[in-house]
């Protein structure tokens, strides 16, 4: 079952670029990548399935760059949320391997994923109209510094989060009474 | 429980870089999107998932088993928290083969309780700890999975496999204490031994009727004495051939385990040294507690290396007595057990070689071939010069060749033996 899951992501990541160039260079990188990803799904190997990611993702570029199609962020979001989700398989069938199990664990897997899905869908929805209704107002000279702070924010955020890490690992908490 | 990184973050890492390169060349909104669920999940990395230990019980069906049973082992798993997914691994010993799956994979919800059963059986014999379970938990985006091992004791002991044996060399020495062996000495018994006249202080339960009434006086039935002996399996353990479960050793294992049933159903007292790199040794009994001891020490048994040739002299009397029948059980692959043989027989023990043959042994795991068969001949030969040395000195040697059985190879070997053997 999670063999067709990563299958089927994989299937959905060759036609995506194909959706937006459907050229031939664009389809035989499609299919390089699903050769690749196809070691990683049928024989339980991570590597192959990230090695196809990156060439899943150099041809969406490769598509984009080529076809100079308008924007739309939604698409890209759905095309990594799917690439996410391809790892993910394949790291739970990498998991599943040799081990007994019931539908519970793939049932809950699909329900997570679609939370996932539905939020990051949402957050970019939301990120975009609220980009739009600022383009509206903003002055393109003032682009350039967005573009700065937003660099900056990603950074600090990053910052931040591999600095709350450490701290985690430096000063554990202690565990509650009662566990 | 230890906490690490899983190598999906690893992969979902790489994939990120990719999109975020990909994004800034090509100048393409669409790339810095795709790279968002990927760093959205990664960020889960940065918040510090709490996990409350599960609680892992494990029962194993039984703790002692003949080689070829099976052991059933239950896990039942109790998350206090909900866990997305929990992998839990059971022990698999060397060895051993699985009848199910040892691994499971489920998603429990706080409080919910997850069980499964596996069947290991066991080709040969051995000591096992089955104790140890491995538990690792993924959280939700699986970037980060907690490990623990939960250790309850566990042993199984397997035995090794009993032949039945209607046959086996008899001792040339009996003792006074009642056994199956008929003296020629009268005494108490069951065996009828004579008949005599009637004396004040015999019992009235020993009065032969009919031969008083043909007489017309009373006479009693008197009756031979049983006794019974020493035995002393003596294992080799200072060398090995072949592969597990079907090494000299193992072989070694089962006749010793067979010789020392059939001798216990004779109420004889058997003892076992194991002559080795380590020596083992359990003292001379009988009765069912006395083969426990004698199986468990021969499922412990095991070739430890040395350079040291060992001296029978360290053994105390009490585990190998005067006059007792010693059965040295042994592949003769090491010269020193011979020497070790011939010194007994020198102090006056009555002992019986039984030679279990590594020809056949180490054919069976080589590519049948005209240098195999040739070089295999040649170790044969070999080997019965080194038993007709062995029956120069005085020795019985029986030659076992398996998968002949040892009943077979114990009545060939042994009826020379069978005519000379007294019993006084």
Known sequence: MIHLLA????????????????????????????????????GFWRWPATAAAGIFLADYAAALWVSAAPVRVVNGAAFGLTLCFLLDAVDLACRLRGATSDGSVIRTRLVQWGIFATGTLLVVVLAVSLATALAAVLHPTTAPLLAAAASLGALSSLAWLVARAQWHRQFPRPARRGN | MTERVAPLALSTLTALGIAVTLAVLTARPELFAAALPLAAALASLAWRARVAPVSVEQRVSTDRVFEGERVTVEIAVEARSGIPVLEIAGTIPAGALVSGYQRRVVTLRAGETGRWSYALSFPGRGVHDLGTVRVRLRDRFGMRT????????????????????????????????????????????????????FAPGDRVRHVNWRASLRRGELYVTERRRERNAD?????????????????????????????????????????????GGVMHWVKPGSGRVQYERIADALGRATVVFTYVAKDLALVPPRVLPPHALVLAITPLCDRRFPSAVLDLAARGFDVVVLVVSPVAVTRSTLVASVAT???????????????????R????????????????????????????????
């Open chain 2, 393 to 424: 000195q005085g020795l019985t040697v029986v030659d076992w060749r398996p998968p002949e059985s040892l009943e077979a190879a114990l009545a060939r070997g042994g009826r020379r033996r069978l005519r000379l053997a007294t019993t006084g």
């Open chain 2, 146 to 197: 907690w490990e623990d091992a939960a250790v309850h004791p566990a042993v199984v002991r397997v035995l090794p496999r009993i032949a039945p044996l209607a046959r086996v060399p008899r001792p040339a020495r009996a003792h006074a204490s009642v056994g199956d062996y008929v003296s020629a000495a009268l005494g108490e018994g069951i065996e009828p031994g004579d008949i005599r006249q």
């Open chain 2, 231 to 275: 035995v002393v399996l003596m294992l080799d353990t200072l060398a090995q051939v072949g592969g597990a479960p079907h090494t000299t050793l193992d072989l070694s294992a089962r006749a010793a385990a067979s010789l020392a049933t059939a001798y216990l159903a004779r109420r004889d007292r058997v003892g076992l040294i194991s002559y």
């Open chain 2, 373 to 391: 068969d040739l070089a295999c001949r040649l170790w044969a030969l070999e080997r019965e010069r080194q038993h007709d040395e062995l029956r």
């Open chain 1, 7 to 42: 299958a089927g992501f994989a299937v959905l990541l060759v036609a995506a670029p194909l959706g937006v160039a459907p050229a031939l260079p664009i389809a035989v990188t499609a299919l390089a990548g699903l050769a690749v990803a196809a070691p990683g799904i049928t």
